[in-house]
């Protein structure tokens, strides 16, 4: 009977320390503990991933695009119309061009999506080029020694405009570019590049001309080794959310904004390095927090 008591007792404690274990996992932040899942943080403002623009392209599914009928070798993806819908998580190289048509995102709430633009060319005339509806996160990988380039017409359609959409590249969630290649974005139509969560840039060389902001991100912007060039109507980058936790935050790289109405612009603005220069006729570097 006591050795029962005593199995009972034992059996008890694991589970009051399970327990105990679940609700510190599940109110981390109460507790002021940061929950991290490990895949995706290395504790800094950059992934692993996220700098990670190696072009490994064995397991990646093969899209070359054309006005005559765009080709798709692998899965996870198909045509419709003139536009390629991707919609599971993976690796897609894609090459070729569109006049009219674009690259839309419709993937798994958890899905992480790989673009990897290997000489690519789009137009849309009434919508994004590239539109990221739903996915955990999507890397652009510009391979080295190519040009990319995606632009839009000056009027989007009535469901683009009803569903927001309101820039060349457009992203509701988290977006990365990487890769030692080039992207050219011209927005006829608001923004340039538009991301709804975090707009991160690790390489490439980048030129958005834009008929409102350049870059227009919702909880911040973070760049290291990049090179861009900005040319746009109102700000060249903003980071809209007036959040005190959203920000702006530069480690390494080129900015160049030639023309705007304000260069910078969000509620916390960090520049740890890297060289930026910007000729606006409002303010150059606007950090808009209250502190």
């Known amino acids: ?21 679940t609700v510190w996992f599940l109110n981390g932040k109460a507790f002021g503990v940061s929950v991290i899942s490990g895949e995706e943080s290395d504790g800094g403002f950059f992934t692993e991933k996220d700098q990670d623009g190696a072009w490994d392209t064995k397991n990646a599914t093969k899209i070359v ?25 993976g690796e897609y190289v894609i090459s070729g061009g569109l006049t009219n048509g674009k690259i839309l995102v419709e993937a ?5 999506i790989w673009l990897m633009f290997d000489g690519v060319s789009i137009h849309c005339e009434e919508d994004a080029a590239v539109r990221i509806e739903q996915a955990d996160k999507v890397f652009l990988t510009l ?17 683009a405009v009803s569903a927001n ?39 490439g060389v980048i030129a958005v001309d834009a008929a409102q902001d350049g870059i227009h991100a919702n909880e911040s912007v973070r760049i290291k080794d990049a090179d861009f060039t900005l040319s746009a109507a109102d700000d060249g ?11 702006f935050y530069m480690e ?5 904004i030639p023309s705007c109405y304000e260069g910078i612009e969000a509620v916390q603005v960090t520049i740890a390095g890297g060289t930026i220069d910007i000729v606006s006729s409002d303010d150059g570097i606007n950090a808009s927090g209250n502190s």
């Open 1 to 21: 009977m006591s050795t029962s008591k005593h199995i009972d007792k034992i059996c008890m404690g694991i589970i009051l320390f399970t327990l105990l274990v």
């Open 65 to 89: 695009l054309s006005d005559d009928g765009s080709a798709i070798n692998g899965t996870g993806a198909y045509v419709y119309g003139n536009d390629i819908h991707i919609i599971g998580a």
């Open 108 to 112: 798994e709430r958890d899905d992480k």
């Open 143 to 159: 391979r080295d020694g190519t040009e990319n380039s995606v632009s839009s017409g000056a009027a989007y359609s009535e469901d």
């Open 165 to 203: 959409v309101d820039g060349t590249i457009y992203s509701r969630d988290d977006l990365t570019i990487n890769g030692s290649g080039s992207l050219n974005v011209t927005a006829e139509y608001q923004h340039g590049i538009v991301c709804n969560d975090d707009f991160i840039v690790t390489g």
């Open 237 to 247: 980058i903003t980071v809209s959310n007036d959040d005190e936790t959203a920000y």
């Open 252 to 256: 390494s790289g080129n900015i160049r």
